[in-house]
């Protein structure tokens, strides 16, 4: 028995398709240092709105706050805090999906690219608190508390959160043609 070709090219496609997300996976963990640069630039973008002078300095992944003011301190994003590696297993996951599963190839594109965005937003908002507690508490204390306390659960929050996301897309619309079955 052989397959139809429109079988053969859907499944070509839905290969095709966990090799590209494959990709994006590697190109995450192999050129993180420009999409840290690229993330030092958006905090700076983002964070620059609150009236406190932010600034990125071109081509580098650090963030520096209070520039001209008394106090000035920077933020490295270094490659263990970069969203990068946060979102580079999302990817894989959604490729496995595609590889094991017959899953929506659209669904699963869209889950990984607002786990993406999900996963990006949280790491901003982490900079955003640390920078935050910094100018509150002091650079030793601020640091501590914004960077191995609550940033790290800030981090937790955004994972958990962009697993439910991928899961619920994902999985919303094969329970729905389930439910228009019975």
């Not at 192999?30 to 983002?46: H, M, P, Y």
């Amino acid at each position: 028995m052989s397959l139809s070709p429109l079988k053969r090219l859907h499944g070509v496609a839905r290969l095709a398709a966990a090799v590209l997300l494959l990709v994006v996976a590697v190109g995450l963990l192999v050129f993180q240092k420009d999409f840290r640069g690229l993330e030092a630039a958006l905090a700076a973008k983002l964070l620059g709105t609150g009236g406190t002078p932010v600034f990125a300095g071109h081509g580098t992944a650090i963030v520096w706050f209070g520039v001209g003011q008394k106090g000035a301190f920077g933020l490295e994003i270094t490659p263990e805090c970069s969203a990068a590696f946060l979102i580079a297993p999302f990817p894989m996951i959604g490729a496995a999906m595609l590889w094991r599963r017959r899953l929506s190839t659209a669904r699963v594109a869209i889950a990984v690219g607002l786990t993406a965005l999900l996963l990006m937003l949280g790491n901003q908002m982490r900079v955003g608190l640390i920078a935050y507690l910094i100018q509150v508490l002091g650079l030793e204390t601020g640091y501590e508390w914004g960077h191995l306390v609550l940033g790290s659960l800030l981090s937790i929050v955004f994972i958990a959160g962009s697993l439910a996301l991928l899961i619920w897309v994902v999985s919303s619309g094969r329970a729905t043609a389930r439910g228009a079955a019975t």
